[in-house]
């Protein structure tokens, strides 16, 4: 029972043996048992969650049974596939590397985003950068509306309000991106055999950030239950490499460096952590506020933004529906 008078970070704490060991042999209860699967497919960025995901796999089936997916392209950042292979090369599994930028191409993502750009940017060009973010909720008592943010080859920045019709047929198109992605992880898991593990973290399952039938897509999760702090103590036992593990969690999705607490998250990740756990737990605004040095009013907009996108993401968790059950199968 969590204690509602008073609330600090170490109320995250885990016992990181006795959690490694947890997963695994879930890992290999469920690979054997109900998916029958003789190994794991990660898709690795580079980032937390991924390199913390390659490394609960290579533990709990051998690095001879997982392969590490790379899957950058045009738009990834510089050090994407530095990071990538650094992770790969510590848990010494087997690499695949797949640039997606022309099947992107073919699929025209890039000219559909840039005609996107374009609706509010005429002057956007294939030879710029750009990225789309959103005021922080804790501090925005308005709307929160979405902005585009684009740099031209001189490095001149403008940023414009982005219409409802601009922003989705740029979200759309992004969308392209995880779900190539996602292709390419079951078309290696099906030749091998083997499964695909998704990479999300308890934020992000919790809050719909991610793509469905995109990076939503996988057979397993094996960190979705964990809070991303949670993550980073995972990821000092399991030796992932320092420099992954004090990396900035970012999207790697635009063509501009985005932080994901710009996207999507109201707060970074260990305030967004405890403000999570705290709602989870029913521990009060003020208490909350106290440990974060901000206001109770500030702490409850984003109690409230998270209900929100618990309540608007959650079609990204359902199943496809059916109009009429087929009783003979059973989910």
């Known amino acids: 029972m969590a204690n509602t008078d008073v609330l600090t970070m170490d109320i995250l704490d885990l016992d990181a043996p006795r959690e490694v060991d947890q997963i695994c042999a879930q890992l290999r209860e469920l690979l054997s048992k109900q998916l029958k699967r003789r190994g794991l497919v ?33 738009h990834s950042a510089e050090e994407t596939l530095h990071f990538s292979n650094l992770i790969a090369d510590t848990c010494k ?80 198109a992004t969308n392209f991106k995880q779900r190539v992605r996602k292709t390419l992880e079951y078309y290696h898991a099906d030749r091998l055999n083997f499964a695909v593990a998704g990479t999300p973290n308890r934020l992000e399952y919790d809050q719909g950030f991610f793509v469905k039938l995109g990076d939503g897509a996988a057979d397993v999760k094996p960190i979705a239950h964990l809070y991303k702090s949670q993550v980073y103590q995972l990821a000092a036992h399991l030796g992932v490499p320092e420099e992954i593990r004090k990396r900035p969690p970012t999207t790697d999705t635009y063509s501009l460096a985005q932080g994901q607490d710009e996207f999507y998250f109201s707060l970074p990740y260990d305030k967004l952590d405890l403000c999570l756990y705290a709602k989870n737990n029913g521990i009060d605004t003020h208490v909350v506020a106290e440990a974060l ?30 109009v009429s059950p087929v009783t003979e199968i059973k989910i």
């Open 293 to 322: 040095g901000l206001t109770a009013e500030q702490i409850q907009r984003v109690f409230d933004d998270i209900d929100t996108k618990r309540a608007t993401t959650r079609y990204l968790h359902l199943p496809p529906l059916l």
């Open 42 to 74: 990660v898709a690795v960025s580079g980032g937390i969650d991924s390199s913390v995901t390659l490394a609960l796999a290579t533990r709990a089936v051998g690095a001879e049974r997982v392969i590490a997916l790379m899957m950058p392209e045009k």
């Open 93 to 172: 599994v087997a690499k695949v590397h797949e640039d997606i930028s022309e099947i992107l191409k073919a699929l025209g993502f890039y000219r559909r985003y840039d005609d996107a750009v374009r609706l509010v940017i005429p002057e956007y060009t294939e030879n710029w950068k750009s990225k789309i973010v959103t005021p922080n909720v804790v501090d925005n008592t308005g709307f929160s509306l979405f902005s585009i943010v684009a740099q031209d080859p001189e490095g001149n920045e403008v940023k414009k309000r982005l219409p409802l019709k601009a922003y989705l047929e740029i979200v759309a």
